[in-house]
């Protein structure tokens, strides 16, 4: 059994599986790894530093033929960022956080499929209107920046207005039950993050992979301490999930007078220059329960279209085996 969707079909790839483009941690070898394992690898080019972008998209060339594609922080970016992706000849271009008309026109007349990430029906809707290719839908469950809804009630509503562009589910996804549980929302495939963290082709250092397989969901925390900590710059209505540390438990609801409060934030500076992970963020979201182990990006893809696989035949096999009740 395979599971082919429009997404596999758009990109030519084995599986519906995508690795969210996370910034500081998704680079030319992770992505060109899960590109490798058959589904669409994506370099995190976050704020579009272009020397750091250029130098990760020859890793991923160097080491897979197959598709992957390059995100950006809408937000954070120019035009010089999109025109030097566009260079690299990319599968596709993935905007995320922020209103992606100043740059749709000039990715889609490049030939190159745009994806949006969105986080509310609105702007899904303005996904949709500036010619999205694919749009994911992003729940709060996910790691990193992102916003409110819940991904499993937030996929289907954006599916239902998505007619027939393609919809990928973000948030919480972590394994094979939960790729399946996307396709029967109506998805084409699911965008992953946190899981591909827990390899050794991530851009992470050891202790921050053992961290998160050590993490539960009650580990992890959502809110604004650690952007307003790092100075990020980030718009407001998307908060962060991170692993919890000392200073978030400290700052937790008391965003306002961190704010303000400049020994606290000085205090951050210097034990951020040291390296002290009581301090610094690690970027998680509530899937750590189902991560317990590193494992190669590659074969992770394999592993999670297997288990999906084998989700959606028992799930309907138990379903004939029932019957039909009258």
Same mark, same amino acid.
């Given at each position: 059994?395979?599971?082919?969707?429009?997404?596999?079909?758009?990109?030519?790839?084995?599986?519906?599986?995508?690795?969210?483009?996370?910034?500081?941690?998704?680079?030319?070898?992770?992505?060109?790894?899960?590109?490798?394992?058959?589904?669409?690898?994506?370099?995190?080019?976050?704020?579009?530093?272009?020397?750091?972008? *250029?130098?990760?998209?020859?890793?991923?060339?160097?080491?897979?033929?197959?598709?992957?594609?390059?995100?950006?922080?809408?937000?954070?970016?120019?035009?010089?960022?999109?025109?030097?992706?566009?260079?690299?000849?990319?599968?596709?271009?993935?905007?995320?956080?922020?209103?992606?008309?100043?740059?749709?026109?000039?990715?889609?007349?490049?030939?190159?499929?745009?994806?949006?990430?969105?986080?509310?029906?609105?702007?899904?809707?303005?996904?949709?209107?500036?010619?999205?290719?694919?749009?994911?839908?992003?729940?709060?469950?996910?790691?990193?920046?992102?916003?409110?809804?819940?991904?499993?009630?937030?996929?289907?509503?954006?599916?239902?207005?998505?007619?027939?562009?393609?919809?990928?589910?973000?948030?919480?996804?972590?394994?094979?039950?939960?790729?399946?549980?996307?396709?029967?929302?109506?998805?084409?495939?699911?965008?992953?993050?946190?899981?591909?963290?827990?390899?050794?082709?991530?851009?992470?250092?050891?202790?921050?992979?053992?961290?998160?397989?050590?993490?539960?969901?009650?580990?992890?925390?959502?809110?604004?301490?650690?952007?307003?900590?790092?100075?990020?710059?980030?718009?407001?209505?998307?908060?962060?999930?991170?692993?919890?540390?000392?200073?978030?438990?400290?700052?937790?609801?008391?965003?306002?007078?961190?704010?303000?409060?400049? *020994?606290?934030?000085?205090?951050?500076?210097?034990?951020?220059?040291?390296?002290?992970?009581?301090?610094?963020?690690?970027?998680?979201?509530?899937?750590?329960?189902?991560?317990?182990?590193?494992?190669?990006?590659?074969?992770?893809?394999?592993?999670?279209?297997?288990?999906?696989?084998?989700?959606?035949?028992?799930? *309907?096999?138990?379903?004939?085996?029932?019957?039909?009740?009258?």
């Amino acid at each position: 059994m395979s599971l082919p969707t429009a997404l596999t079909e758009m990109f030519g790839i084995d599986h519906p599986i995508v690795l969210a483009p996370m910034g500081g941690v998704a680079g030319g070898a992770l992505t060109a790894a899960v590109s490798e394992g058959g589904g669409l690898g994506m370099i995190g080019a976050g704020r579009g530093g272009l020397g750091w972008l *250029g130098r990760e998209c020859g890793v991923a060339r160097a080491a897979t033929s197959r598709p992957w594609g390059i995100g950006f922080l809408t937000w954070a970016i120019g035009s010089e960022a999109v025109e030097a992706a566009i260079e690299q000849s990319p599968a596709a271009i993935m905007l995320s956080f922020g209103d992606p008309a100043p740059f749709a026109e000039t990715i889609r007349a490049a030939g190159i499929p745009l994806m949006v990430q969105v986080t509310t029906l609105d702007e899904a809707r303005r996904a949709l209107d500036v010619g999205a290719n694919v749009v994911v839908a992003q729940g709060t469950e996910a790691g990193g920046h992102g916003g409110g809804r819940a991904t499993l009630p937030f996929v289907p509503a954006v599916v239902d207005i998505a007619d027939t562009t393609p919809v990928l589910a973000a948030g919480g996804i972590a394994d094979g039950r939960g790729l399946a549980a996307t396709l029967m929302l109506g998805a084409a495939g699911a965008m992953i993050g946190t899981r591909f963290e827990a390899t050794p082709e991530a851009l992470l250092d050891p202790e921050e992979a053992k961290a998160i397989t050590a993490a539960e969901a009650a580990d992890t925390i959502r809110g604004r301490v650690l952007d307003i900590a790092t100075e990020a710059g980030w718009p407001e209505r998307y908060t962060a999930r991170t692993l919890r540390n000392g200073f978030t438990d400290t700052w937790e609801g008391r965003e306002s007078a961190l704010t303000s409060d400049q *020994g606290a934030l000085a205090e951050f500076r210097a034990a951020a220059e040291r390296g002290d992970r009581e301090y610094l963020p690690i970027w998680a979201g509530e899937a750590v329960d189902l991560i317990t182990e590193l494992d190669s990006a590659t074969a992770l893809v394999a592993r999670i279209a297997e288990q999906a696989e084998r989700a959606i035949t028992a799930t *309907g096999n138990a379903v004939r085996g029932r019957g039909v009740r009258h």
